[in-house]
């Protein structure tokens, strides 16, 4: 296939929306161009400034682009390419290292970037729907992706897809890259972002949380393939009004828990809601710093609260971090001992706790699964 010819095609058809772009070895993606817009134009009452996805280096850029689909990946590089089933398996470092491999201005999704659309389609009323139910919308029903993946159980979680072989049931787990209906798109429109919700979980950079503390790579400075391990220089904490400093200066803004956590070494729910304190006050998992799968909690993502007297600043809201509204049923799961690095968005299985503000921060950076893939992004550096 001549490349060139595909590139023409799908900017006629997009009107320009979408573009193809080529890595290092002459490869397309797919890719959505996402112009700059200000906090104030997606937040009712923000600040007018530009939102952070558009300030890399201290820079300000037009725009940042986004891959269309869910990532597949061949040659040790990332692709967003349709009706492909997306890559998983992969821990948090191999993805990254999967988009910058592609070439200069190439970047795993940024949590910036995630917010940036998260915060628009929210502000345009085209919040996307997704495989959230086993190959199906959980609210809509009738819209449904392709099939790619079972999910193999003992019982029947989905009488309505599923087939049955002895005592195994086979619901529909991952559907092909960008097969559902427009409304599964950030933009309920052909050129939008496909499978957000839903389908695999996204695995953004630039955030984590450190022993609860929240931790981000300032703007969208993640775009640039920085060095995001865990004894990163470039990693910052968030005071109360705002401002960024260095990770462990006192009264620094944490994931915390609602009651006293335990020291059982068993995965289980422990220490109540979460909510957002200046210190980690109740740590789930009380015999210290561990990245296992002990003590966690969870709490939808919209009745997130501060403890008493803590001030949640705007860059919370504007990095989706900290609710903007009380609506939806989205959830955010933590664990607030070690380090753990976000997932985004939920999966085929998730049901009405999918969707755009949908926050995982229970799994550490070597976690790989069926269910957890990636998007490349690219910016002009």
């Keep these: 296939m001549n490349f060139d010819d595909m590139k023409l095609a799908v900017e006629a058809f997009s009107g320009g929306a979408n ?14 161009r996402i112009p700059r817009f200000r906090n104030d134009e997606v937040l009712d009452g923000a600040t007018a400034m530009d939102h952070y996805a558009f300030i890399v280096n201290n820079n300000r850029i037009d725009e940042f682009l986004v891959g269309k689909y869910l990532n597949t990946i061949y040659n040790n590089r990332a692709y967003s390419l349709p009706f492909r089933d997306p890559t998983c398996y992969k821990n948090h470092d191999e993805y ?9 201005g190439w970047h795993e999704i940024t949590n910036a970037e995630w917010s940036a659309l998260t915060l628009w389609s929210r502000k345009n009323n085209t919040i996307p729907g997704g495989n959230t139910y086993c190959g199906c919308d959980m609210s809509n029903r009738h ?10 159980l003992d019982y029947n ?20 890259t960008g097969s559902g209906p427009v409304t599964w798109n950030h933009d309920h429109s052909p050129v939008g972002v496909a499978d957000m919700v839903g389908n695999c979980w996204d695995r953004p950079t630039g955030l984590r949380i450190l022993d609860g503390e929240i931790n981000i790579i300032p703007n969208n400075d993640s775009a640039m393939g920085v060095d995001e391990t865990r004894n990163s220089s470039l990693w910052k904490a968030i ?30 729910t422990v220490g109540g809601a979460p909510r957002i304190n200046t210190q980690v006050q109740y740590p789930q998992y009380t015999g210290g710093s561990t990245e296992a799968y002990y003590g966690g909690s969870s709490v939808e993502f919209s009745k997130l609260t501060a ?16 609710p903007i509204d009380s609506t939806g049923t989205d959830r955010l799961w933590i664990r607030n001992y070690g380090e753990r690095l976000p997932l985004r968005g939920g999966g085929w299985h998730h049901a009405a706790n999918a969707g755009l503000f949908s926050l995982n921060l ?10 957890i893939a990636s998007r490349c992004a690219f910016v002009n550096l």
């Design 157 to 176: 979680w989905n009488s309505m897809s599923y087939k049955q072989e002895g005592d195994k049931f086979y619901h529909v787990g991952r559907t092909a």
């Design 19 to 32: 573009t193809v772009i080529f890595d290092d070895i002459g490869m397309p993606s797919i890719m959505v």
């Design 143 to 152: 819209e449904k992706g392709k099939r790619t993946y079972d999910w193999v």
């Design 96 to 104: 990254k290292q999967y988009c910058e491999n592609k070439g200069r």
């Design 362 to 371: 229970s799994t550490p950076r070597t976690s790989a699964s069926y269910d």
């Design 307 to 322: 403890a008493s007297g803590v001030n949640i600043p705007e860059i919370l809201k504007l990095l989706c971090l900290a």
């Design 239 to 268: 005071m109360p009004d705002g401002t960024l400093v260095a990770p462990g200066t006192a009264g620094t803004l944490h994931y915390d828990g609602s009651s006293a956590g335990d020291n059982q070494q068993t995965d289980h």
